[in-house]
């Protein structure tokens, strides 16, 4: 009697939308706006950069002299050229060297903090790499411009201290912090059964980490390391300051560069808005939006099959 | 005398079967399905589960046993390669017909084969589907949580330690916290998912002491490798296989060889499986 009581009660339930159902429905419609509006944004960015470097693209754009030619003179009144073979030279040499430096720099720390080190030492370290991290990039730059600038040219006896050696290594250290943080993320999301489980067929701490937590995180791992180049490729101020923004291939960490970011930054402050100058700086910026795109594409590909073996 | 005795059986029978008539029905499944991208895991499985009784399920690694369970939860939402066929009736009710997914999921309590702590207190473990359900108060609250793990026989190993991790207790512990959590949904419908493979067995017979007392207040489906287990606790059992259900019967019929298929009672006389 009461359980057909009840019974009646408990099928009214499963008719009704309670509150919590309704609530439950509108988060799902905001996160998906949120979610749609992202890919607006990015789109609507891509149309806008392309939009504006658009007439430079058909009408005088040249794949061979646009990507071939070392010569960046824009301000050449009789024939300007607009060659970025040695921009691109200038950001991959700068991130080429950073990344040296920065990947065994954050990973060997990522490591310490999560694998050894423990309880005090360990939140202070942890606090100090966020701190870190946090630095702006002019201050970098300013620190690549009066503190390594003379250092380089004392250490080295070289003439100028504003190169790819000192922009690398500012950025490495630049960089080094936010991989750090996302490597040790990576490592601390390994169970601690896997490390367990491997202790207990008798391995050491390093083979413990070398062949299951390193293994095991290795999606992690990877995202640090691109989120590294992305930011590389990215950066703007301190590469600027400390390249010396000279257009050149180098031919030794010694030489001085330009990066493409810093000469959008620098340049597209002083060109008539739709000038060909203008439309230029644009197409760099489509160039730029390209790379990265690739990269994270790669990425991502990279991780999937990481997962589908 | 042996008119009696007959007209006496005869009479016997039909009480048994107008017993079983008055007998509601919990669950009615016919032809369920279910399959993951093109591979079915269980086809065509049909039978009925009444109130208060406990239904055994028992059968292979691989049977199909867990899949059948997720069917009945709509756990399929949460794995868009499971798929579900077939007609399941909760109370009468059609549950894919149901509007409010959530109430069904809030009335049935699940436990799975290993033991799944979530990360907060034992208290709040225990607390949370009260307070899913609009608990606030203190001393409710308080009360529901010492009742479900008394009844989960947990409280005087944690009576002490209410505010520390839950994921901290043991294994077997934890198996007893996430059926407390079960049991604090007072749901109408209690699965088990092969509960004791992270449990003693001193718990493990606590634990099935407890079911026998909650069978009176709830409908209870014990999946279990332990083909003992069912013996002691269902009044019905399955057996599982290749993704079939050979057959359903009386759990003490099944084990005394009145089977429909000799496969039965290899698999209960342990000779495969
Ligand atoms: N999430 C899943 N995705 C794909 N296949 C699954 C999944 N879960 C179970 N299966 C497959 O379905 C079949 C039945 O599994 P399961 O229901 O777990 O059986 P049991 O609980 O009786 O051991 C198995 O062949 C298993 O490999
Ligand atoms: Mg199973």
């Given at each position: 009697?009461?359980?057909?009581?009840?019974?009646?009660?408990?099928?009214?339930?499963?008719?009704?939308?309670t509150?919590?159902?309704?609530?439950?429905?509108?988060?799902?419609?905001?996160?998906?706006?949120?979610?749609?509006?992202?890919?607006?944004f990015?789109?609507?960015?891509?149309?806008?950069?392309?939009?504006?470097?658009?007439?430079?693209?058909?009408?005088s754009?040249?794949?061979?002299?646009?990507?071939?030619?070392?010569?960046?003179?824009?301000?050449?009144?009789?024939?300007?050229?607009?060659?970025?073979?040695?921009?691109?030279?200038?950001?991959?040499?700068?991130?080429?060297?950073?990344?040296?430096?920065?990947?065994?720099?954050?990973?060997?720390?990522?490591?310490?903090?999560?694998?050894?080190?423990?309880?005090?030492?360990?939140?202070?370290?942890?606090?100090?790499?966020?701190?870190?991290?946090?630095?702006?990039s002019?201050?970098?730059?300013?620190?690549?411009?009066?503190?390594?600038?003379?250092?380089?040219?004392?250490?080295?006896?070289?003439?100028?201290?504003?190169?790819?050696?000192?922009?690398?290594?500012?950025?490495?250290?630049?960089?080094?912090?936010?991989?750090?943080?996302?490597?040790?993320?990576?490592?601390?999301?390994?169970?601690?059964?896997?490390?367990?489980?491997?202790?207990?067929?008798g391995?050491?701490?390093?083979?413990?980490?070398?062949?299951?937590?390193?293994?095991?995180?290795k999606?992690?791992?990877?995202?640090?390391?691109?989120?590294?180049?992305?930011?590389?490729?990215?950066?703007?101020m301190?590469v600027?300051?400390?390249?010396?923004?000279?257009?050149?291939?180098?031919?030794?960490?010694?030489?001085?560069?330009?990066?493409?970011?810093a000469?959008?930054?620098?340049?597209?402050?002083?060109?008539?808005?739709?000038?060909?100058?203008?439309?230029?700086?644009?197409?760099?910026?489509?160039?730029?939006?390209?790379?990265?795109?690739?990269?994270?594409?790669?990425?991502?590909?990279?991780?999937?099959?990481?997962?589908?073996? | 005398?042996?008119?009696t005795?007959?007209?006496?059986m005869?009479?016997?029978?039909?009480?048994?079967?107008?017993?079983?008539?008055?007998?509601?029905?919990k669950?009615?499944?016919?032809?369920?399905?279910?399959?993951?991208?093109?591979?079915?895991?269980?086809?065509?499985?049909?039978?009925?589960?009444?109130?208060?009784?406990?239904?055994?399920?028992?059968?292979?690694?691989?049977?199909?046993?867990?899949?059948?369970?997720?069917?009945?939860?709509?756990?399929?939402?949460?794995?868009?390669?499971?798929?579900?066929?077939?007609?399941?009736?909760?109370?009468?009710?059609?549950?894919?017909?149901?509007?409010?997914?959530?109430?069904?999921?809030?009335?049935?309590?699940?436990?799975?084969?290993?033991?799944?702590?979530?990360?907060?207190?034992?208290?709040?473990?225990?607390?949370?589907?009260?307070?899913?359900?609009?608990?606030?108060?203190?001393?409710?609250?308080?009360?529901?949580?010492?009742?479900?793990?008394?009844?989960?026989?947990?409280?005087?190993?944690?009576?002490?330690?209410?505010?520390?991790?839950?994921?901290?207790?043991?294994?077997?512990?934890?198996?007893?916290?996430?059926?407390?959590?079960?049991?604090?949904?007072?749901?109408?419908?209690?699965?088990?998912?092969?509960?004791?493979?992270?449990?003693?067995?001193?718990?493990?017979?606590?634990?099935?002491?407890?079911?026998?007392?909650?069978?009176n207040?709830?409908?209870?489906?014990?999946?279990?490798?332990?083909?003992?287990?069912?013996?002691?606790?269902?009044?019905?059992?399955?057996?599982?296989?290749?993704?079939?259900?050979?057959?359903?019967?009386?759990?003490?019929?099944?084990?005394?060889?009145?089977?429909?298929?000799?496969?039965?009672?290899?698999?209960?006389?342990?000779?495969?499986?």
């Amino acid at each position: 009697m009461t359980t057909t009581q009840t019974r009646e009660a408990m099928n009214e339930q499963f008719d009704r939308r309670t509150l919590d159902w309704y609530i439950d429905k509108l988060v799902e419609i905001i996160v998906f706006i949120s979610g749609i509006s992202a890919i607006i944004f990015v789109v609507g960015i891509f149309v806008f950069v392309t939009m504006e470097g658009m007439g430079f693209l058909f009408d005088s754009f040249s794949f061979s002299e646009f990507f071939g030619s070392e010569y960046w003179e824009p301000s050449d009144e009789d024939a300007p050229e607009y060659g970025i073979l040695a921009l691109i030279a200038g950001t991959a040499s700068v991130t080429g060297l950073a990344m040296l430096i920065a990947i065994p720099f954050s990973l060997g720390t990522a490591i310490y903090i999560a694998e050894f080190s423990t309880g005090k030492t360990r939140e202070y370290l942890k606090v100090l790499v966020e701190l870190l991290a946090a630095i702006p990039s002019v201050v970098w730059g300013f620190i690549g411009l009066t503190i390594m600038n003379p250092l380089i040219i004392e250490i080295f006896d070289v003439p100028v201290g504003l190169t790819v050696l000192n922009a690398g290594i500012i950025l490495g250290l630049m960089a080094a912090p936010i991989m750090t943080s996302i490597a040790e993320d990576a490592l601390k999301a390994v169970p601690d059964r896997y490390r367990e489980a491997a202790e207990a067929l008798g391995a050491t701490r390093w083979q413990v980490i070398y062949k299951t937590v390193l293994p095991a995180a290795k999606n992690g791992l990877l995202g640090a390391i691109l989120l590294g180049v992305g930011r590389g490729f990215g950066e703007t101020m301190a590469v600027l300051m400390a390249t010396g923004h000279a257009v050149n291939i180098p031919g030794s960490v010694f030489d001085s560069v330009r990066a493409l970011t810093a000469t959008i930054a620098a340049e597209l402050g002083e060109t008539a808005v739709g000038s060909e100058h203008y439309q230029v700086l644009f197409t760099i910026g489509i160039f730029l939006f390209l790379i990265t795109f690739v990269i994270n594409l790669t990425a991502d590909l990279i991780v999937r099959g990481i997962k589908n073996q | 005398m042996v008119d009696t005795m007959l007209e006496a059986m005869v009479q016997r029978k039909s009480e048994t079967e107008s017993t079983a008539e008055q007998k509601k029905i919990k669950l009615d499944i016919s032809d369920l399905t279910v399959s993951y991208g093109k591979e079915a895991a269980i086809s065509d499985v049909n039978f009925k589960i009444y109130e208060n009784e406990i239904f055994g399920i028992i059968g292979p690694a691989n049977a199909g046993k867990t899949s059948f369970l997720k069917a009945l939860n709509l756990m399929n939402t949460f794995d868009a390669n499971m798929k579900v066929e077939g007609k399941i009736l909760f109370n009468g009710r059609d549950i894919h017909q149901l509007k409010n997914v959530y109430a069904l999921r809030s009335r049935i309590g699940v436990v799975f084969p290993l033991p799944v702590g979530l990360p907060m207190t034992v208290y709040e473990n225990v607390a949370l589907s009260p307070r899913l359900r609009g608990i606030k108060d203190k001393a409710s609250l308080d009360e529901i949580v010492q009742r479900c793990l008394q009844r989960s026989a947990l409280w005087d190993e944690v009576k002490d330690r209410l505010d520390s991790l839950g994921s901290l207790l043991s294994g077997g512990q934890q198996q007893r916290l996430t059926i407390a959590r079960a049991l604090s949904q007072e749901p109408e419908l209690l699965i088990l998912d092969e509960f004791s493979i992270a449990v003693d067995p001193v718990t493990t017979m606590r634990i099935e002491e407890v079911l026998k007392e909650l069978k009176n207040e709830m409908t209870i489906i014990l999946v279990t490798n332990l083909v003992q287990q069912a013996r002691r606790l269902a009044d019905r059992t399955a057996f599982f296989l290749e993704g079939e259900c050979i057959e359903t019967g009386d759990t003490e019929a099944l084990f005394n060889g009145q089977v429909e298929n000799s496969k039965t009672t290899d698999y209960i006389e342990g000779r495969f499986g």
